[in-house]
Nanobody, 124 residues
């Protein structure tokens, strides 16, 4: 059973940076889709960045150029480097995973494994 634990959230001023980490356990030899989602108190859950099973990386338009998703060599940790943070980035950030056979879930609710979330707050 895959387990995910996020860390690295906190409070930062506009223009600052944070690096989120997601510790992955229970992973065997199966390829995984990995992604970061976020949900604000008044916003719908959205996918911020994703690494597909074949290694392709996709970003939400709002994250492109500011955020970087990556994994360590052992694929035990997923990272999200966030730069030039803005107040609209304020949200609970979640790490998610799903078994991959060449594509990742289209519906956000179809991702099989989720962490508990880590709060990111960006103030002016």
């Amino acid at each position: 059973q895959v387990q995910l634990v996020e860390s690295g959230g906190g409070s930062v001023q506009t223009g600052g940076s944070l690096r989120l980490s997601c510790l992955v356990s229970g992973y065997t030899d199966s390829a995984l889709c990995m992604a970061w989602f976020r949900q604000g108190t008044e916003t719908e859950r959205e996918r911020v960045a994703m690494i597909e099973g074949d290694g392709d990386i996709l970003y939400h338009a709002s994250a492109k150029g500011r955020f970087t998703i990556s994994q360590d060599n052992a694929r035990n940790t997923l990272y999200l480097e966030m730069n030039d943070l803005k107040p609209e980035d304020t949200a609970m950030y979640y790490c998610a995973a799903d078994l991959s056979d060449g594509y990742c879930p289209v519906d956000n609710d179809d991702w099989a494994y989720w962490g508990q979330g880590t709060q990111v707050t960006v103030s002016s």
